[in-house]
């Protein structure tokens, strides 16, 4: 079977919710991120053989395909398909992994793959009544930026907690303090800062035409422990999830070009070489990353001791944290060198080409070594990919 590479990787810089993306409709990011990495690789869009693209909402502006839209709108050829993939946050990594395959199994040769997600301009809902015109009755309109809506009752009521009583139940499982996460936290802003600062970032950033934001919306270079301990607790009256130790809502898109061995005349950035997907139960769902980044270095013929950093998605401190504790082999100062979620940012079917995209220029960047890019999912699931240079 062919292998997978990586040839490049782009993202736009993450925006706050109602910040300075805002006014950008998803399906023209994702035709930002599109257009720029095949103007910058000088590739041919028509030689892509399919986008598959990942978003976790699919409610407003960005239903009916948003893959194929944007990759119209960034002018590719109309010969080029696109499908749209949904694994809520895990959906760009859902995507690059669904690339690789069709590439391993001789199906394309280059794939242009990632996600999108505007969760400032994610619709309110309103489910129709049962009947036309109904007499009496209101209806409940629901928000689709995050979390669950008009869900099925025959689902059981502990599976259905919201993402931050989830990770209120993580942070009381594994014994995670309120000062561990307010710390976790810190961290990821200052190593995001100083890696911006360092311009660990630059070679994957693509500006948004019309718009003044140079750099991830969410970083928050001054803040401090005593201001993150300032913060309530959102979940529980005695909790220990804040605003401040948890990832944010955000608009952004990423794009990772995939192709089979020598398909472009451009040296790849890095080597997808394992693949893992988990699931568990829905209120603990930030633990799934565990088993499938697992899964994923059984499949590469590796273990932790050869992992050189990892990218895991910062959905909450205490998940995050809750992951380390449970990868007894792994040295936490190797998570998220540059930064996390937690600071830079979650719109949800962006981020994990965001931190597979990143993995593969810091490989690039190092000359070699091996990195786990690995991602939480809300109703209980994770997913992670191995990468190699």
């Known amino acids: 079977m062919a292998g997978t590479y990586i040839f490049d990787a782009v993202r736009t810089p993450f925006g706050r919710a109602g910040g300075a993306l805002s006014t950008v409709r998803p399906d023209d990011l994702a035709a930002v991120a599109m257009r720029a990495i095949v103007e910058r690789t000088g590739l041919d869009p028509a030689r892509i053989d399919d986008v598959i693209f990942g978003d976790a909402n699919q409610a407003g502006e960005d239903n009916r395909d948003v893959a194929r839209f944007g990759a119209l709108l960034a002018g590719f050829p109309s010969s080029v398909p696109g499908v749209t993939v949904n694994r809520l946050c895990g959906s760009s990594v859902e995507a690059v992994i669904q690339g690789s395959r069709a590439i391993e199994a001789g199906d394309a040769d280059v794939i242009l793959a990632g996600g999108v997600e505007s969760m400032s301009r994610a619709p309110y809902v309103v489910e129709k009544p049962a009947k036309p015109f109904p007499a009496v009755g209101n209806q409940t309109m629901w928000n689709t930026s995050i979390g669950w809506r008009m869900t099925n009752p025959k689902l059981r009521k502990d599976w259905t907690i919201s993402n931050g009583e989830s990770a209120e139940k993580l942070a009381t499982i594994y014994g995670i303090s309120r000062e561990q996460q307010d710390a976790f936290a810190l961290r990821s802003h ?15 950033i693509v500006q948004v035409d019309g718009t003044s934001l140079a750099r991830d919306e ?24 804040t605003a401040g130790n948890s990832s944010p809502i955000n608009d952004g898109a990423s794009a990772i070009l995939l192709g089979a061995e020598g398909a472009l005349d451009i040296e790849p950035l890095a080597r997808i070489t394992g693949r893992g ?91 070699g070594g091996v990195a786990v890019a690995a991602i939480c999912i809300g109703v209980g699931q994770g997913l992670a990919v191995v990468l190699e240079r």
Do not use: K, M
């Open 190 to 204: 200052r190593l995001a800062a100083q890696a911006w600062a360092d311009g660990a970032y630059d070679g994957e």
């Open 218 to 241: 969410g970083i928050r270079d001054d803040t401090t422990l005593e201001v993150l301990g300032g913060l309530r607790a959102l979940f529980a009256a005695d909790g220990s999830v």
């Open 277 to 367: 997907v988990f699931g568990n139960d829905p209120d603990v769902f930030g633990v799934a990353p565990v088993e499938a980044a697992n899964r994923a270095l059984a499949r590469a013929g590796r273990s932790w001791a050869d992992v050189d950093f990892v990218e895991l998605n910062e959905a909450f401190a205490s998940q995050s944290l809750a992951c380390i504790t449970l990868w007894e082999d792994l040295d936490p100062e190797i998570v998220n060198i540059h930064g996390g979620a937690i600071a830079i940012g979650h719109p949800l079917g962006a981020s994990g080409g965001r931190i597979i995209g990143h993995a593969a220029h810091e490989l690039a960047r190092r000359g």
